[in-house]
């Protein structure tokens, strides 16, 4: 017998012990058009929204967009939507599967419906996730496209929410919109400031990309197939400031879990720096040692202790959040969770785009205050050895980044040529800012520590660096 698919008619195949959506979509339009369907917004925002539709609000279905690939879209669609969720943490495991994606729709093949659904009468959110490198004139054509649309048939403004790993996310956002329109769109200018809000936001659950080891625990737990089968951890945290069109919406956020506040900066500011920055230099030291998951670097006990040092020393004393250590503590656990098979080399995943915001403030902050940046210094050599693309057991490995080419040039002669190889990569201002990559000091330690990695190995060079009274 073939197997059955997770699909709305088979929802009541699912074994009672995994919660699963008992409200309806059809009657209902969706009320959030959310950009960049990916693992993260499926098991983050789309589960809060699956609160409120399990409470009874009708208003929060979504309109999920894949950005480019129709691949996942079409699997979602076969399953109506419905994708399993498997929760797991210090106190077990748990499987979910929320229903609030309701409609798809892929932006590159289906222009026009994201358009319309922009544009339509139910919509009152647009919420993003399309990854620190999605900030382009492109994205902020198709919003403008689709608020021209809205504009002209009459319909009131959007809370447009975007909820990627950039500080002061709602701004940027606002920003390469207004620098994208164009002198016609004065008009849809002035009623966009005037009538939509552009919430920051901070959000944080660690959800690895799909995998198939997920998908046949989750045939095992559903009794039936699913493509679309994720896994997460209990922790989530959305941190969202208060300005929406509709400021009910603060209530019914609040109500579910999620933190509407006036100061989103000091949650923004921690989590990029201790979580992001940490994932980083471990999704690189895994990447270079051949550590294939971050469960695996944190394990290792010289590694943790560096993150935790990295943490405390170098991060915290620039952070206006006053529980860190708390957060840092929290953080070192959520690493371990040993449900989350979360790939070093999906972390690695597009580093030019992603260091700018992790690394560079925590050092600068050190320097302001004459203090030692040594652990950021090792960090930023291990991205240099990292674009050697090659592991220390020999095995070679793809940079995945849109700035592979040029990264991969710049280092590819870091062993023979070190000097000018290391010069070139840390004059890179897109990468360290304006200040750092002039800085003669940060070059030198970071040469330094270049120096180290190559001659005694990863690990050997991080257990060094943490006996150093920095
Ligand atoms: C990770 C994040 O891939 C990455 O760059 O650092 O996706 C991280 O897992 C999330 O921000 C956690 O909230």
Same mark, same amino acid.
């Given at each position: 017998?073939?197997e059955? !698919?997770l ?16 409200y ?23 589960m ?14 979504i ?8 691949t996942?879209v079409? !699997?979602?669609?076969?399953? *109506? ?7 797991a943490g ?6 979910q599967?929320?229903?609030a ?16 659904a922009?544009?339509?009468?139910n ?5 993003l996730? @399309? ?12 919003l ?19 909820? *990627? ?10 920003a390469?919109?207004?620098a ?5 769109d004065?008009g849809l200018? !002035? ?5 939509c ?12 990309? =799909? ?7 989750? !045939?095992?737990a559903?009794?039936?197939q699913?493509?679309? +089968? ?5 922790f ?5 400031e $208060? ?16 933190r509407v506040t006036?100061? @989103?900066?000091?949650y923004?500011?921690a ?9 980083s230099?471990?999704?690189?030291m ?16 010289? #590694?943790?202790?560096f ?8 991060? +915290? ?11 840092r *503590? ?11 098979k979360?790939?070093v080399?999906? #972390?690695?995943? $597009? ?11 925590s050092?600068?902050?050190?320097? =302001? ?11 930023? =050599? ?6 050697l ?7 070679a490995y793809?940079?995945n ?11 590819a ?5 070190p000097? +000018? ?20 000091e ?11 990695l ?5 690990? +050997?060079t991080?257990k060094? =660096? ?5």
């Open positions: 017998m073939a059955l !698919k699909s709305r008619a088979t929802l009541s195949h699912i074994p009672k012990s995994v919660h699963t959506p008992a309806s979509s059809s009657t209902h339009q969706p009320g959030v058009v959310h950009l960049g369907l990916g693992a993260f917004h499926r098991a983050h925002q789309a809060v929204f699956d609160q409120l539709l399990r409470d009874g609000d009708m208003r929060w279905g309109h999920g967009v894949g950005m480019t690939q129709p996942l079409n !699997k979602l669609r076969a399953q *109506d939507g419905l994708y399993a969720v498997r929760i210090a106190g077990g495991l748990e499987w599967v929320p229903g994606l309701w409609q798809t729709s892929v932006a590159t093949t289906e222009r026009q419906n994201v358009l319309n922009i544009a339509a009468n919509t009152r959110w647009i919420t996730t @399309v990854t620190e490198k999605g900030y382009t004139p492109a994205l902020a054509q198709l403008i496209e689709g608020l021209r649309l809205r504009h002209a048939t009459g319909e009131s403004g959007l809370t447009i929410a975007s909820c *990627d790993n950039l500080q002061g996310n709602g701004h940027k956002l606002k390469i919109i207004h994208t329109a164009s002198s016609q004065v200018m !002035k009623w966009m400031d005037a009538h809000a552009f919430p920051c936001s901070m959000v944080d659950r660690i959800v690895p990309a =799909a995998t198939v080891e997920v998908a046949s625990a989750a !045939k095992v559903l009794g039936l699913d493509e679309c +089968a994720l896994s997460t951890e209990t989530w945290e959305w941190v969202i $208060d300005n929406f069109v509709d400021p009910g919406d603060a209530a019914l956020l609040t109500k579910c879990g999620v006036g100061d @989103v900066h000091s923004e500011e989590k990029l720096r201790m979580l992001n920055g940490s994932h230099a471990m999704a690189l895994g990447a270079i040692s051949g550590r294939a998951y971050i469960a695996d670097c944190i394990g290792a006990d010289h #590694i943790r202790e993150v935790a040092r990295l943490m405390t020393r170098e991060v +915290a004393p620039h952070l206006s959040r006053t529980d860190w250590a708390d957060y *503590d929290a953080l070192v656990q959520r690493f371990g969770n040993p449900y989350l979360h790939s080399h999906q #972390i690695a995943t $597009d580093s030019s785009q992603k260091i700018p915001q992790r690394w560079p403030p050092v600068q902050g050190q320097i =302001a205050k004459g203090t030692s940046f040594e652990l950021h210094a090792l960090s930023a =050599a291990i991205f240099l050895r990292y674009t693309a090659l592991d220390e057991q020999g095995h793809k940079l980044d849109p700035e592979a080419e040029s990264l991969m040039a710049l280092g002669h870091q062993v023979t040529e000097e +000018a190889s290391i010069k070139a990569l840390l004059a890179r201002q897109d990468l360290w800012g304006a200040e750092l990559s002039q800085n003669t940060w070059a030198h330690r970071v040469a330094y520590w270049h120096h180290q190559i001659y005694q190995g990863l690990d +050997a991080v060094f =660096a943490i006996t150093l009274e920095t």
